[in-house]
Structures are given as C-alpha cells and as structure tokens.
C-alpha cells in the first residue's frame, strides 16, 4: 500500500517562499503520478500542480503558474513544490495524492482519480 507523507509547511510572509515535499512510501514501480492539492477553510479543494514520477511530465493551476514549481525525485519516490511569491491566498493546508498510472492533462486535476493521500501540511501566509 502507498502512502504519501507532506513535510516543508509553515508561516511566511507574502512575496517569501516555502519548499514542500512529499515521499511515496510503500512499494510502487513504472510510470505514476503525484500531486498536490490544497484546501483553505470553507473551500472545496483545489489541485496546484502534478508531476510524474517515473514519467516526464507537469501540470499547474493557472492561479500558481509561474510561482510554484514542482519536481520529482524518481528514485527517492519525492517530489517537491518549491512555492515562491507567496500570497495570502496562498494559505491553505496542501495535500499530496498519489495515483497508479499515469496522470493526463485532462483529469490531473479531479480528486477522485487518486488512490491514496497524504494527512498534509500547513501554509499560512501572512500580509
């Protein structure tokens, strides 16, 4: 069974930068996919961004394109969102799903595609 576990969360100021990361653990091999979504209070929740992990590709939210940047560690079963310029609006808890397969640019976004989750980690940014 796999199970993603979040680290890197905190408090920043607006315009500072957080790193969050997210190991897969349990046994998985080939072409899978992992992404982070967030949810603020009294929101739905919202995915951020995807990367392949054993597979070469990235998706984002327009509302982070351009700030948040996502990489992955294949071999260490990571990957990583390095958030820069960060907003108020920024704040949320993030969450890391991780799904078998690939993931395609059509349905990376929608939350009932994946098949474990992260218990996430806390942003909060402050202005």
């Known amino acids: 069974q796999v199970r993603p576990v979040e680290s890197g969360g905190g408090s920043v100021q607006a315009g500072g930068s957080l790193r969050l990361s997210c190991v897969a653990s349990?046994?998985?091999?080939?072409?899978?996919?992992m992404t982070w979504f967030r949810q603020a209070p009294g929101k739905e929740r919202e995915a951020v961004a995807s990367s392949g992990i054993g597979s070469d590709y990235t998706y984002y939210a327009d509302s982070v394109m351009g700030r948040f940047t996502i990489s992955q560690d294949s071999p260490k079963k990571t990957v990583s969102l390095q958030m820069s310029s960060l907003k108020p609006e920024d704040t949320a808890m993030y969450y890391c799903?991780?799904?078998?397969?690939?993931?395609?640019?059509?349905?990376?976004?929608?939350?009932?595609?994946?098949?474990?989750w992260g218990q996430g980690t806390q942003v909060i940014v402050s202005s």
């Open positions: 799903a991780f799904k078998w397969d690939d993931c395609a640019s059509g349905s990376w976004s929608y939350s009932n595609i994946y098949h474990a």
């Open positions: 349990g046994y998985f091999s080939g072409a899978n996919c």
